[in-house]
């Protein structure tokens, strides 16, 4: 059974820093793109960013291009967001996604964990 | 940036009815890299269909989508009681977009 398990959010004032965490299992993680995907409270949905099987293709939504940083740890089966400089619009719940397509990445999102909630207040 | 726009924002159906769901494009969407999601509240999306037509494991056969270019759809052929929700529809073949979701509530 695939688990996404989403760890790291909580209250943070405007300017710092947070970093979320994904932990993954039940399919083999360092075949498949990772993704993460936002949605503010009471609202859509947002893609956030996202990055290939092997760390070599890596993008993000122009809203947090260069605050955030995406990586992963295939050894750990682990995601990972690094979010500096944040802002009260970033506050959101955060959802961890699994690519569909082996490999190559589609940006279809089949397996989606709980979330964490990022709060950035002051 | 493709902004997709969804229609209507509520739908109020009765168990048993028909829903249908539309998604239109601001700009054509290639190769139909269109999917649909469902959520529920307190919980996580869930994949429903891609491909505009092809629906993820697991999901029922009473949801079907249809569309091409800047016009797609989302059917429900007979409303089941864990069927009311919201419903996003995400293009992936410019970037990355959702639309702002339809919600389908109990009449």
């Known amino acids: 059974e695939v688990q996404l398990v989403e760890s790291g959010g909580g209250l943070v004032q405007p300017g710092r820093s947070l970093r979320l965490s994904c932990a993954a299992s039940?399919?083999?993680?360092?075949?498949?793109?990772m993704h993460w995907v936002r949605q503010a409270p009471g609202k859509g949905l947002e893609w956030v960013s996202g990055?290939?099987?092997?760390?070599?293709?890596?993008g993000y939504a122009d809203s947090v291009k260069g605050r955030f940083t995406i990586s992963r740890d295939n050894a750990k089966n682990s995601l990972y967001l690094q979010m500096n400089s944040l802002r009260a619009e970033d506050t959101a719940l955060y959802y961890c996604?699994?690519?569909?397509?082996?490999?190559?990445?589609?940006?279809?999102?089949?397996?989606w964990g709980q979330g964490t909630l990022v709060t950035v207040s002051s | 940036e493709i902004v997709l726009t969804q229609s209507p924002g509520t739908l109020s159906l009765s168990p048993g009815e028909r829903a249908t769901l539309s998604c239109r494009a601001s700009?054509?969407?290639?190769?139909?890299?269109l999917a649909w999601y469902q959520q529920k509240p307190g919980q996580a999306p869930r994949l429903l269909i891609y491909g505009a037509s092809s629906r993820a494991t697991g999901i029922p056969d009473r949801f079907s989508g249809s569309g091409s270019g800047t016009d797609f759809t989302l059917t429900i052929s007979r409303l089941e009681p864990e069927d009311f929700a919201v419903y996003y529809c995400?293009?992936?073949?410019?970037?990355?977009?959702f639309g702002q979701g339809t919600k389908v509530e109990i009449k």
């Open positions: 995400q293009q992936y073949g410019s970037s990355r977009s």
């Open positions: 996604a699994k690519d569909s397509d082996i490999l190559t990445g589609s940006f279809v999102f089949d397996y």
């Open positions: 700009q054509s969407v290639s190769s139909s890299y």
């Open positions: 990055i290939s099987w092997n760390s070599g293709s890596i």
């Open positions: 039940g399919f083999t993680f360092d075949d498949y793109a």
